[in-house]
């Protein structure tokens, strides 16, 4: 681990990469929605706000999506499903329902999920090849699909 925040490859190489952009590396992360209200879509968000990889629970099994992070150093995070909100805040947004693309659902909702602040172990085991895996509560206090900013009830190395 070097003072930018990233781990480097064995014999001063230079830093991992998995997409070719000097100064960043790839890692591979999970957002898994635990206990998602049965019957109702769900998504990843890209930036363009479009849903894509839409999953719908049948009987309350859990719901997961796989993506790429770019990180440089900082560690800032790039990629498809990033989101930024001033200089530091990153995040990944999940679609529910009617944002997800389904037209008839009753919810049009969205989870924020923010990645930014995941701990450092955490990024440099990812950038050894293990999948950092985030998992939320697909249901709100109330019942209804889980929304707006929601924090995460475990952080782990797949």
């Not at 681990?1 to 781990?7: E, F, K, N, Q, R």
């Not at 001033?86 to 995040?91: H, Q, S």
Request: contains cysteine; neutral net charge; aromatic residues 4%.
């Amino acid at each position: 681990m070097t003072g930018d925040g990233l781990s480097h490859s064995p014999g001063g190489k230079g830093l991992q990469t998995g997409m070719g952009h000097a100064n960043e590396a790839t890692i591979a992360m999970r957002i898994v929605i635990d206990r998602p209200v049965v019957g109702v879509t769900h998504s990843l968000q890209t930036k363009d706000n479009q849903p894509i990889d839409a999953k719908c629970s049948a009987a309350g099994e859990s719901l997961s999506f796989d993506f790429p992070v770019r990180i440089a150093p900082g560690p800032k995070f790039l990629g498809e499903h990033v989101r930024r909100e001033g200089a530091e805040r990153r995040f990944v947004y999940i679609c529910i329902g009617q944002s997800a693309g389904d037209e008839a659902s009753p919810w049009t909702r969205r989870m924020k999920i923010d990645i930014h602040d995941m701990e450092q172990e955490l990024l440099d085991r990812a950038l050894r090849g293990g999948i950092i895996e985030i998992t939320v509560s697909g249901t709100g206090k109330d019942g209804t699909p889980a929304c707006a900013t929601t924090r995460p009830i475990g952080w782990r190395i797949a």
